[in-house]
């Protein structure tokens, strides 16, 4: 290896390396970003709209033009009767029309669609029947249901595909919420610890007065005015939220700075360190005490108004404590390094010496926890949707076509599949955070 080579090489190039020696995790790794794939790609990989039609002399991409606009339409001459009609795409079936020339998608069925000719569980290799513009027919092989329906008609597979983006939307981003929660307090816990950060008396009580007021104004007093808020739209509650979270920071903040300008002898005037580490750590061991499922079935079940954004929420706010952990371990082992002290002489803030330098390079394991975490995530959505709690009704997840089957237990196909797609993600993250946790650990040299 050249000189140049030798100076290149990187931690990051070492976990690399470390990473594809691991044939298990790489292969994982290819293969949820397969599922990623069908997941951003669903609307045109299971449609019930063409990719591609010709019409009444016209050309037309259904599945394209009716992507942000549900309500699309174009009016045309048909081709038999020669008078003008009206053609709404969302609402019209293709496959009645004498259509010239027709691109299907890979599975020409929307997950919510009810295909009334193939209802009550027609299993993949029953028989299955579609209305052509020349009458009942057996359905042709690119318009069959290949994974078969359930009762009200839906097909499966484009259940399985739609329910990817579902499940993998609820993974990632309540597992985002919970790492951006997790990385601050194990940060915080972990730099300071229990006697690094100190302040007055005065100023302490000040700070729990300025919580208790916060929280009070911000999400007691408010609490009816957040419901309606929900009830209105998930945005709407949403904002509600972050505008409590943003009362009871302010009241915080306020109160701290009036903490600090006061300036007192004697007791109140005593410095004392604010025990953040304490505090945290109580914190994930009364979340840690109680069962993390059956704390997400509860707060899922009082909500009055069931969604796909208040899922991630509860997800993402019970699921930080192992995030917080691993990042308060690695904060107590690196506030002792060198490269910290040598910040600190140099007169570097507490926020620059905790975000700049000290996070970037405790972030290995959160990978790692990261990585379960979406696995466990999944696994939740799947159990509040098979439970009926989780998402509204109207949208199709994994978990919900797995609970369609204990309305007819010979419906074999809805345990089947759906149950197999989530094995297989689960255990596809799982592969990749054992093969991170080896990467990112020296002590796994190979």
Known sequence: MSKKGKQEFTFKKYAWQQFKSNKRALWSMYLLAFIIFIAIFSPFLANKQPLYAEYGGKTFYPAFQTLFNDSYSDSISNPETGAKEELIFNLIDWRRLHLQSVIWPLIPYSAEQFDKYNTDFVGPNDEQKYRSHNGMKDSPWILRHHLGTDGLGRDIASGLIHGAKISLSVGILSVGIAALLGIFL???????????????????????????????????????????????????????????????????????????????????????????????????????????????????????????????????????????????????????????????????????????????????????????????????????????????????????LLSLGKEEFDAWWLVIYPGLAIFITITVCNLIGDGLRDALDPKHKK
């Open 186 to 400: 194990g940060a915080l816990a972990g730099f300071y610890g229990d006697s690094k950060f100190k302040v007055t008396r005065l100023r302490k009580y000040l700070i729990f007065l300025g919580v208790f007021l916060g929280f009070f104004y911000g999400f007691f007093i408010r609490s009816t005015s957040i419901g309606e808020a929900f009830s209105e739209g998930v945005f709407s509650g949403l904002l509600s939220v972050f505008l409590g979270a943003l009362i009871m920071f302010v009241l915080i903040f306020c109160f701290s700075k009036i903490g600090g300008m006061i300036k007192l002898t004697g007791f109140f005037g005593k410095e004392i360190p604010l025990k953040i580490d304490s505090y945290v750590s109580r914190s994930i061991e009364v979340l840690n005490s109680l069962p993390t499922l059956l704390l997400i079935i509860t707060v899922a079940a009082i909500m009055e108004e069931r969604s796909l954004m208040m899922l991630m929420l509860i997800i993402g706010l019970t699921s930080w404590t192992g995030i917080a952990r691993f990042t308060r371990a690695e904060f107590l082992k690196l506030r002792e390094l060198e490269f910290v002290q040598a910040a600190r002489v140099l007169g570097f803030s507490d926020s620059r010496i905790i975000f700049k330098h000290a996070l970037p390079n405790g972030l290995a394991p959160v990978f790692v926890s990261i990585a379960f975490g979406v696995a466990s995530a999944v696994l939740a959505e799947s159990s509040l949707s098979f439970l009926g709690i989780g998402v509204p009704e109207d949208i199709v997840t994994w978990g919900s």
